[in-house]
């Protein structure tokens, strides 16, 4: 390989079709048009003697010489905006990159629709990339780049990323307005008597810790629906005479169309944290990103 041929801006459009697996995909996160990016995608391949991409059912699949190409490219492309924006400082309103964020649907209501309406804002330019939260995989992602900060129980990462708490999160019940069996309070024998839905992540679950919580004090619900998604209960709940027991911040924001309740047993909450890898510690717009999201959390 000629280093003289090498063109940073085929080095940022590799990194950007590692991380999408998609010309259409990555040519829009590049702002460029898809012939745009199919021509920096065959100098590429006449710089690295390699196809380094073939054709798949939903995009395209990387060569194993790609793959090889994808960590030290990513590390090589941080290296150089650290240095450029150390140079000229951190400026939010001029911030011109992206920020992958993995997290749950939870976190995306509780945490990133606030934080991204925040930044539409304060940083109009910076771009927020949602992933699914894959705790198996995290570790990997983060350390290649596809990753730059994920948004979970801090306690459940990799012990060799960085973390930093938000918040503690409880849990309330809801249950819809003028609900013919619930009258702003709940009682502990109205509570097991009535039908519930429950979040199952994995999907098919009937169980929880407020199921924990009830086995202790020799009780047991009704649990009629088992659901994949937070996202799918408030508007489920807010229909039917079915209740749920939900993180708080999932339903702040729904009281109009939902009665939000103390749970009439204690049940234990969880944490919230940030959760990144050294190669963004110390890098000003991710640090920046960072606070913002402690800031809006109230951290």
Not at 27 to 35: C, H, Y
Not at 117 to 145: F, T, Y
Not at 175 to 188: C, E, M, N, Y
Not at 217 to 231: C, D, E, N, P, Q
């Amino acid at each position: 390989m000629d280093s003289n041929k090498v063109d940073l801006n085929l080095l940022v459009a590799l990194d950007a079709l590692l991380a999408e697996r998609n010309v259409t995909r990555a040519a829009s996160r590049l702002g460029l048009s898809q012939p745009a990016l199919s021509a920096q995608l065959a100098r590429l391949r006449d710089l690295f003697g390699d196809p380094l991409f073939l054709p798949a059912q939903r995009g395209v699949t990387p060569t194993a010489r790609a793959i090889e190409l994808e960590a030290p490219v990513r590390r090589a492309l941080d290296q150089v905006r650290d240095v450029l924006a150390r140079g000229r400082g951190f400026d939010p309103a001029i911030a011109d990159l992206t920020v992958a964020i993995a997290c749950s649907d939870y976190v995306q209501v509780a945490v990133i629709a606030p934080l991204a309406l925040d930044l539409r804002v304060s940083a109009p330019k910076l771009r927020i990339a949602i992933r699914q939260l894959d705790g198996n995989l995290l570790g990997q992602q983060m350390e290649a780049g596809v990753v730059d900060l994920a948004v979970m129980t801090p306690s459940t990462a990799p012990q060799a990323l960085r973390t930093r708490l938000l918040f503690h999160e409880r849990y309330v019940t809801i249950a819809r307005r003028r609900h013919p069996g619930v009258k702003a309070k709940l009682t502990l024998d109205d509570f097991v008597a009535l039908e519930h839905v429950v979040v199952s992540p994995r999907g098919g679950g009937f169980g929880g810790p407020v199921d924990t919580a009830l086995g202790k004090l020799g009780r047991k619900r009704r649990i009629a629906v088992s659901a994949a998604s937070f996202l799918f209960v408030p508007e489920f709940v807010a229909r039917s005479d079915l209740i749920a027991t939900v993180p708080e911040r999932l339903v702040r924001e729904r009281a109009e169309r939902l009665q939000v309740l103390e749970p009439p047993l204690p049940v234990e909450g969880f944490t919230i944290g940030l959760v990144w890898h050294e190669r963004s510690h110390q890098h000003p717009a991710h640090r920046w990103v960072r606070e913002r999201a402690r800031t809006l959390c109230g951290g």
